[in-house]
């Protein structure tokens, strides 16, 4: 293992953090049955990596039901916004762990029942007192049964008790919106039990993941933490010789390129079926490779088997054209922050010349071996997040539509005439529980049109949208070349005789069509209509929010004091080229 | 004839290399605690290829028992 990826550099590297400097804060809790020693230090040193601050609290060994149980209890008092609630198959399983059959059947059953109801009690516990979003790990199948393989045929073995009680937790949480499983056995399906479990450390300080896989371990928690602070990555950008596929075109030739029926070539085939399944799933592909267009992009479009193909792309730039200039053009054109960009290239020199001129760029050093290519893909997870929602997996059609629209306002060349042939449709629409968790999805990762960039989680959104003061709504574009989807939202704060914006946002890929103004406008109408004054917001700048600045002022607002204010009476802008549809 | 071995010490601990001596041990070393001594113990095991019983882990009261260890398995430590 590599010195950067052991727990003693990440023990060492957590004493270096200093406190305060980044944007980006996160307050995890770790609560245990078990030795956790570097969990919180590798996480802490893991997250600066990603520029997230995260302050942690470490529950005291096996303390975990008091600290729950107790509503002033010191995990209460840290207000955790994320806790690891893991606990341990031995530990649950107590005795029975070892004696299984020292029960009945009826016993086993009660018994497995009992611990669903035990453990999923203790997680609503932590809800109730702290809001805070719950990972719970999943407990370990045992690989041994003193039965020997005559387990298998009893009923409620020793394996299937674990495997019972696994199922019954997550069955009984599927619903809820602020807990999530940690799939423990595909931890250890991929590492191996005996490499996870050390015996020698389990005995001297009841150490239950082993300390060579702690930082493995946290990788997976890590998971969790990209997903909840929108710190996900959105696009791959490939090259294409001896990336997508094995030879250069433009010497080896259309015929001769390795792709499907021989060795090398079948690396390439599964590496571009991993890639296309993350394009399924809303991951943006885009191509960024030096290259004779016509040469390139024939086997793009017509090579048997090619599995990527042109619609798969959101952008493709192939040119002689430098890697960073096509880099930056990509994620104009897809209106994606670089920080959102995985970069893909068989070329060390491409990847240095990336690392250094963009450093926010993921760059990916690939082995020189592409039958490691899908591994290096599937491995990665920065692709995360709690849960896909229909605009995700929508995505890659909005951003093909994206492509032909800037196509389209090349062709046109007039703004004006381009927006009023686009026919846009903006429809509003009111938050219920299909629109909550695109809507919360929204306010974490829209980061350039955000007035406030106030994050919230699906249950904040649930809330808001309960509550009669809040009016919360998110809007869907469409235009000649189809769904836009839900790309803008909405909370508003109704006052007697004011409102105000608490978030007003728009996805990035939708600036610039008027879109923005024409949501403002009829929020004011109707404010007008209930005999509203005034409309209050604010503009809360960050690094990244520049395109929001001038959005009140331009609109017509005043500033007074920390508010931008619009009074009713003004004239309201009016925005001819869009049809508002309201969704009641 | 330890540098390896000291080196490990000196990273896993966190300490300058001339701190630490064969009369190394947690009453004159208060970085090592019960916990990174196990990070040193696996640090040990990967890097010179052994894995150590665990009464010969519990045997370790200072460097120099660890160096006793690498005799009785024929390790060399330059």
């Excluded at chain 1, 307050?27 to 030795?35: G, I, K, N, W």
């Excluded at chain 1, 969990?39 to 997250?47: A, G, I, N, P, S």
């Excluded at chain 1, 959102?340 to 990336?354: H, L, M, Q, T």
């Amino acid at each position: 293992m590599k010195n950067e990826e052991n727990l003693a550099y990440f023990l060492n590297e957590a004493k270096t953090i200093k406190t305060g400097s980044l944007e980006k804060k996160l307050r995890v809790a770790f609560l245990a049955s078990f030795t956790i020693n570097g969990f919180e230090e590798t996480m802490r040193v893991k997250c600066k990596k990603k520029k997230i601050e995260c302050m942690t609290y470490v529950g005291d060994y096996n303390q975990y039901n008091q600290e729950i149980l107790e509503n002033d209890s010191k995990f209460y008092r840290f207000k955790p916004e994320l806790t690891f609630l893991i606990l341990d198959v031995r530990h649950i399983l107590g005795e029975l762990f070892f004696y299984p059959y020292s029960l009945s059947v009826s016993e086993r059953e009660d018994f497995v029942k009992n611990k669903i109801r035990e453990i999923t009690n203790l997680i609503r516990m932590i809800i109730k007192n702290s809001g805070s979003r719950v990972i719970l790990t999943e407990l370990q199948i045992p690989t041994y049964s003193p039965y020997g393989i005559s387990d298998q045929n009893e009923k409620v073995g020793v394996k299937e008790i674990v495997r019972e009680i696994n199922i019954g937790i997550k069955h009984e949480v599927k619903d809820e919106l602020l807990i999530s499983i940690l799939d423990f056995n595909q931890f250890i399906q991929r590492y191996g039990e005996q490499n996870i479990f050390n015996y020698n450390q389990f005995f001297s300080g009841d150490i239950k993941i082993s300390i060579e896989y702690i930082p493995k371990f946290v990788d997976e928690m890590m998971r969790y933490v990209t997903a909840i602070t929108g710190t996900t990555k959105k696009c791959i950008v490939l090259d294409l010789d001896n990336t997508l596929w094995g030879g250069v075109v433009g010497e080896d030739g259309f015929e001769n390129i390795k792709l499907g029926d021989d060795p090398i070539g079948r690396s390439f085939v599964e590496f571009q079926k991993r890639l296309l399944a993350l394009n399924q799933r809303g991951i943006i592909l885009a191509i960024n490779s030096k290259n004779n267009f016509d040469d390139a992009i024939k086997v793009v479009k017509e090579h048997p088997n090619m599995i990527l193909r042109e619609e798969n792309f959101g952008c493709i730039k192939i040119n002689w054209n430098d890697k960073v200039t096509n880099l930056y053009e990509i994620s104009r054109e897809l209106n994606i922050g670089l920080d959102s960009f995985v970069f893909f290239d068989d070329d060390p020199i491409n990847r240095e010349f990336i690392k250094k001129q963009l450093e926010q760029v993921l760059v990916i050093d690939l082995p020189s071996d592409s039958a490691k290519f899908a591994h290096v893909l599937t491995e990665m997870n920065v692709f995360e997040s709690l849960k896909i929602t229909d605009e995700d997996v929508k995505r890659k059609d909005m951003y093909l539509g994206q492509r032909k629209r800037v196509e389209f306002e090349h062709k046109i060349g007039d703004i004006n005439e381009f927006l009023k042939q686009m026919n846009i449709q903006v429809t509003i629409k009111e938050a219920d529980n299909f629109l909550v968790p695109r809507i919360s999805q929204l306010t974490l990762k829209t980061n350039q049109f955000n007035l406030t960039t106030k994050r919230y989680q699906q249950e904040q959104i649930s809330s808001f949208s309960d509550d009669k003061n809040y009016v919360v709504e998110c809007i869907e574009v469409s235009d000649k070349f189809g769904n836009n989807g839900i790309t803008g939202a909405y909370i508003i704060k109704k006052k007697e005789t004011e409102w105000i914006i608490d978030t007003f946002l728009l996805s990035c890929r939708i600036i610039g069509r008027g879109v923005e103004d024409a949501m403002l406008s009829q929020l004011i109408e109707r404010a007008k209509r209930e005999n509203i004054k005034k409309i209050k917001g604010e503009f809360i700048p960050t690094a990244k929010n520049k395109p929001a600045e001038n959005f009140y002022k331009e609109f017509g607002f005043k500033e007074e004091e920390n508010f931008w204010v619009f009074d009713t009476e003004q004239t309201i802008k009016k925005v001819e080229h869009i049809k508002m549809v309201k969704n009641e | 004839m330890s540098k390896k071995l000291y080196d490990i010490v000196s990273k896993v601990f966190n300490v300058n290399l001339d701190r630490i001596n064969d009369d190394s041990s947690p009453e004159n070393l208060e970085e090592w605690d019960s916990f990174n001594f196990y990070v040193l113990l696996d640090e040990i095991e990967n890097e010179f290829d052994v894995k150590f019983d665990l009464d010969e882990t519990l045997e370790i009261k200072k460097i120099g028992d660890i160096k006793k260890l690498f005799v009785k398995y024929g390790i060399r430590c330059e």
